[in-house]
């Protein structure tokens, strides 16, 4: 992370995109007779075929990430060949796929997830890129895009917040209210009950879903300093606060839906929230492509207060999507060309406005005009939030947020919500302690 001053800019920045209409006037038309000049420069040719890596395995993404490659290929003069990976897979093999013979450009996250790895030589550098990108970004998209030595590995292309969805015709059949502090969604939760519905859906099988709820808590409780503190080593995981996090986050649990470790987030959205099994459910906006000609039916809000200092932070989580180019891609000038291509307004358009998505470009000269209600209401919700974070395993470095880190922290908490809570923090500090030291 680059600190929270860049954080805010990225925000401000990315809220003026999602609210304003960021359409161009369009050109006068020509006078009978005259010749029109070119809208853009002709695509270079002879470039090439480029491949890319993608983790985006489920219709909606997938079909999304071909939009792209799609407007790339004759906006550039490339070829590009996808490989499609599961996403979760990918997620948790991305190392050893990186050290071996990956595609030349991959499909990735922002933040510490992209630091780590250029670390660790496995991306190649692109100042060059962003030297002709820059004019597209703004100065907090950029810092998520550095490595530790100050050079650019990654080209941002969209966000989405991570929210409260519902159905809105439950909400309206049962009378349900819109719950702003913690004590109101705890008496909806009751009712919820009441009625005969799991008031929170749930699944992490994946291990990754429930680093949100850590992150929501320990903002909502501790604020976004202190986070961002515990995510870089500043802070102990032994900390009395995060011990508060996990007693409320204990407290709360009734309300999950129960078998969250052996139950996918797809499982959780589809056969739960959409299924209208559960009335709410606090995921990422990417889960809306699960609820299918439903998608028009469902609403979100951000979690709600708990009434303390740090209320006015609004804080949420809204991880950043883009690509990085590997260390030794095989055609590297095709390659540039594509990440040059992704960067652009209008190819990001092509990603978010793609069927049953529901992230928001993140450039500021993006044209907002085709977004849908869920993307102006991301929008909404990035423009009131004072701070954004990326999300725990971004945030945080790699080696500590997989599977042998706190995916496997959390599952065990989630197995056993009422283990010894000292104990299991001293341990997560352990292992934190024994990670060797970051370059």
Same mark, same amino acid.
């Given at each position: 992370?680059?600190?929270?001053?860049?954080?805010?800019?990225?925000?401000?920045?990315?809220?003026?995109?999602?609210?304003?209409?960021?359409?161009?006037?369009?050109?006068?038309?020509?006078?009978?007779?005259?010749?029109? +000049?070119?809208?853009?420069?002709?695509?270079?040719?002879?470039?090439?075929?480029?491949?890319?890596?993608?983790?985006?395995?489920?219709?909606?993404?997938?079909?999304?990430?071909?939009?792209?490659?799609?407007?790339?290929?004759?906006?550039?003069?490339?070829?590009?060949?996808?490989?499609?990976?599961?996403?979760?897979?990918?997620?948790?093999?991305?190392?050893?796929?990186?050290?071996?013979?990956?595609?030349?450009?991959?499909?990735?996250?922002?933040?510490?997830?992209?630091?780590?790895?250029?670390?660790?030589?496995?991306?190649?550098?692109?100042?060059?890129?962003?030297?002709?990108?820059?004019?597209?970004?703004?100065?907090?998209?950029?810092?998520?895009?550095?490595?530790?030595?100050?050079?650019?590995?990654?080209?941002?292309?969209?966000?989405?917040?991570?929210?409260?969805?519902?159905?809105?015709?439950?909400?309206?059949?049962?009378?349900?209210?819109?719950?702003?502090?913690?004590?109101?969604?705890?008496?909806?939760?009751?009712?919820?009950?009441?009625?005969?519905?799991?008031?929170?859906?749930?699944?992490?099988?994946?291990?990754?879903?429930?680093?949100?709820?850590?992150?929501?808590?320990?903002?909502?409780?501790?604020?976004?300093?202190?986070?961002?503190?515990?995510?870089?080593?500043?802070?102990?995981?032994?900390?009395?606060?995060?011990?508060?996090?996990?007693?409320?986050?204990?407290?709360?649990?009734?309300?999950?839906?129960?078998?969250?470790?052996?139950?996918?987030?797809?499982?959780? +959205?589809?056969?739960?929230?959409?299924?209208?099994?559960?009335?709410?459910?606090?995921?990422?906006?990417?889960?809306?492509?699960?609820?299918?000609?439903?998608?028009?039916?469902?609403?979100?809000?951000?979690?709600?207060?708990?009434?303390?200092?740090?209320?006015?932070?609004?804080?949420?989580?809204?991880?950043?999507?883009?690509?990085?180019?590997?260390?030794?891609?095989?055609?590297?000038?095709?390659?540039?060309?594509?990440?040059?291509?992704?960067?652009?307004?209008?190819?990001?358009?092509?990603?978010?406005?793609?069927?049953?998505?529901?992230?928001?470009?993140?450039?500021?000269?993006?044209?907002?005009?085709?977004?849908?209600?869920?993307?102006?209401?991301?929008?909404?919700?990035?423009?009131?939030?004072?701070?954004?974070?990326?999300?725990?395993?971004?945030?945080?470095?790699?080696?500590?947020?997989?599977?042998?880190?706190?995916?496997?922290?959390?599952?065990?908490?989630?197995?056993?919500?009422?283990?010894?809570?000292?104990?299991?923090?001293?341990?997560?500090?352990?292992?934190?302690?024994?990670?060797?030291?970051?370059?």
């Amino acid at each position: 992370m680059r600190g929270r001053v860049l954080i805010a800019l990225a925000t401000i920045a990315l809220v003026a995109t999602a609210c304003g209409g960021g359409a161009t006037t369009a050109p006068a038309t020509p006078a009978p007779g005259d010749t029109p +000049a070119p809208a853009t420069e002709a695509p270079p040719e002879g470039l090439g075929e480029t491949t890319l890596g993608s983790n985006e395995s489920d219709e909606n993404p997938k079909n999304a990430v071909q939009a792209i490659v799609d407007y790339c290929e004759e906006q550039a003069g490339i070829t590009v060949k996808v490989n499609v990976n599961d996403h979760n897979t990918f997620q948790n093999q991305i190392s050893s796929y990186l050290q071996g013979t990956p595609d030349d450009v991959v499909k990735w996250f922002a933040g510490n997830r992209v630091r780590f790895f250029a670390a660790q030589g496995l991306l190649s550098p692109i100042d060059d890129v962003w030297a002709e990108i820059e004019q597209y970004m703004t100065p907090g998209l950029k810092a998520a895009s550095l490595g530790t030595d100050g050079k650019a590995y990654f080209v941002p292309v969209y966000n989405y917040p991570w929210v409260v969805l519902y159905r809105k015709s439950l909400f309206e059949e049962k009378g349900y209210a819109i719950p702003k502090t913690i004590d109101e969604f705890k008496a909806l939760g009751d009712k919820m009950k009441a009625d005969g519905l799991v008031p929170l859906a749930f699944g992490d099988l994946d291990g990754w879903p429930a680093m949100g709820t850590f992150d929501i808590i320990n903002m909502r409780v501790n604020g976004y300093t202190f986070h961002i503190d515990l995510m870089e080593g500043r802070a102990k995981w032994n900390d009395p606060r995060v011990k508060n996090v996990f007693e409320i986050w204990r407290d709360l649990l009734p309300y999950f839906q129960e078998g969250a470790p052996g139950r996918t987030w797809q499982d959780a +959205a589809k056969a739960a929230l959409v299924d209208k099994i559960a009335g709410m459910y606090f995921l990422g906006t990417f889960a809306i492509e699960q609820a299918g000609d439903a998608a028009s039916d469902v609403g979100f809000f951000p979690f709600p207060l708990f009434g303390t200092e740090f209320d006015d932070e609004n804080s949420i989580d809204a991880p950043i999507d883009g690509f990085m180019l590997s260390a030794n891609p095989k055609n590297p000038d095709a390659a540039k060309a594509f990440l040059k291509c992704v960067a652009t307004p209008e190819a990001q358009v092509a990603y978010v406005t793609s069927p049953g998505i529901g992230s928001v470009a993140v450039s500021p000269l993006a044209d907002t005009s085709g977004y849908t209600e869920v993307q102006k209401m991301s929008a909404e919700v990035l423009k009131n939030a004072g701070n954004i974070a990326q999300f725990l395993d971004r945030d945080a470095r790699a080696d500590f947020a997989g599977p042998s880190g706190m995916q496997g922290f959390l599952l065990n908490f989630l197995t056993n919500p009422n283990l010894d809570l000292d104990a299991f923090l001293n341990e997560i500090q352990t292992y934190y302690d024994s990670l060797p030291p970051q370059e």
